[in-house]
């Protein structure tokens, strides 16, 4: 009988409105009801690094493996550190400007 949706975060059904938002009573995550209250189908798209952390715009991420950049001689090292991601959505995509310059990863 209950609209609110389980915690995105801890998936408890012990949660609650106050106000605005959703709270919940396990781990104290709050989120807004206007993006909660679609339900399971909200479309969003979810990026994660090889470790299963969700990505978020801004973030660094490390390089597991050698990339090659397709239409050049570059390639990116094991271990190159990428200190601001953007998230270009679609397919799962992400830009990342290195010091070598700005590049497109694809999620493979
Ligand atoms: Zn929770």
Not at 5 to 24: I, S, W
Not at 33 to 42: I, K, L, V
Not at 44 to 65: C, W
Request: hydrophobic share 35%; with cysteine.
């Amino acid at each position: 009988m209950s609209t609110i949706p389980a915690c995105p975060q801890c998936a408890m059904e012990n949660t609650y409105p106050d106000g605005e938002n959703y709270v919940c009573a396990d781990c104290g995550y709050e989120w807004p009801m206007a993006e909660g209250a679609r339900g399971e189908d909200n479309g969003a798209a979810v990026v994660k690094d090889a470790n299963g952390n969700v990505l978020a715009d801004g973030d660094a991420v490390v390089l597991i493996k050698d990339l090659k950049v397709k239409g050049s001689s570059i390639t990116l090292k094991m271990g190159t550190k990428v200190k601001s991601i953007r998230l270009a959505g679609g397919d799962h995509e992400v830009d990342c400007k290195m010091d070598a310059g700005n590049f497109m990863l694809k999620k493979v």
